[in-house]
């Protein structure tokens, strides 16, 4: 069983920046490939950012390639979000996830945070 708890959701201007840290219970973190999807009101959630067990692939959305580095710090167990340059279509709740093998770029994760709200405004 892992628990994820999401954190560092905010409001920022456009162009800003910010860095969301999601913390991961459990003892086999380093096992597991992480995920960031978001969701914006009325919008079905989307993939964001993915990367595997190690950190040494990762996938992005077209929309933030460029912008938003997914990274881990395995012996913290905790994965981070880097945002920048961002933009008020950005705005979402922000959600991090987890699963065993390799990184999907659909839903398919067996573990899920209750997510941050992360709001840009222009």
């Known amino acids: 069983q892992v628990q994820l708890v999401e954190s560092g959701g905010g409001l920022v201007q456009a162009g800003g920046s910010l860095k969301l840290s999601c913390a991961a219970s459990?003892?086999?973190?380093?096992?597991?490939?992480m995920a960031w999807f978001r969701q914006a009101p009325g919008k079905e959630r989307e993939f964001v950012a993915a990367?595997?067990?190690?950190?040494?692939?990762?996938y992005y959305a077209d929309s933030v390639k460029g912008r938003f580095t997914i990274s881990r710090d395995n012996a913290k167990n905790t994965v981070y979000l880097q945002m920048n340059t961002l933009k008020p279509e950005d705005t979402a709740v922000y959600y991090c996830a987890a699963r065993r093998g390799f990184p999907a770029l659909t839903a398919s994760y067996e573990y899920w945070g209750q997510g941050t709200q992360v709001i840009v405004s222009s």
């Open positions: 990367g595997s067990w190690s950190g040494g692939r990762t």
């Open positions: 459990g003892r086999t973190f380093g096992a597991y490939s």
